[in-house]
């Protein structure tokens, strides 16, 4: 879908309450929304949970406001509720196998043990990272954001990003 479209969506929800027009955005984010949060909870209910309160917070939001970038919102919304989570006393686990099945890319057609295996062990290390080199390692390499995206995100400017993707970089080729 093309960024016309979807900035023609948003602006649908904003001026007319459009359902069907956020059912069309939840259904073209919510995998990516729920890979990002599963990352970072401790279990699968806990994701499923927090994935239909970004889609519901968004909805409140964009109806009482016109929104510019939809994708920056959705993380937002999700880095907001992770953190209220842990707050609450959501609790870190080791990654199991069925977080790790989830985790795999949207569309991803590798069955390859030994590619699983690779994959398993990278996020292994990845969990050891701090929590901001989790995150703009995810949203650049998982969710194949740019770095205006990620920076919209994260709150930061562009150059931050690329400071903190590179020292995350770094970080992750120590620990491999």
């Known amino acids: 879908m093309s960024t016309f479209e979807i900035k023609f969506l948003t602006f649908r929800v904003f001026r007319f309450g459009d359902t069907k027009a956020f059912r069309q955005l939840h259904t073209l984010h919510a995998a990516r929304i ?3 949060i599963a ?10 949970e927090l994935t239909n309160e ?7 939001y964009m109806t009482a406001q016109q929104v510019e970038n939809i994708t920056a919102l959705f993380f937002r919304i999700a880095r907001n509720l992770i953190a209220d989570h842990y707050r609450k ?3 870190t686990v080791p990654l199991t196998p069925v977080m790790e099945d989830g985790l795999a890319a949207p569309g991803s057609l590798t069955r390859d043990a030994e590619v699983q295996e690779e994959a398993a062990e990278v996020y292994k290390v990845m969990k050891s990272l701090k929590e901001e080199y989790q995150e703009v390692l995810l949203l650049r390499y998982q ?3 740019s770095i205006e995206e990620m920076s919209d995100i994260l709150g930061k400017t562009p150059n931050a990003v690329r400071v903190l993707l590179h020292r995350a970089k770094q970080a992750l080729k120590e620990k491999v």
């Open 89 to 91: 006393g959501g609790k």
């Open 39 to 48: 990352f970072r909870v401790n279990r699968p209910e806990d994701a499923d």
């Open 34 to 36: 729920r890979h990002y």
């Open 54 to 60: 970004v889609f519901l917070r968004a909805w409140e």
């Open 143 to 145: 969710d194949e954001m």
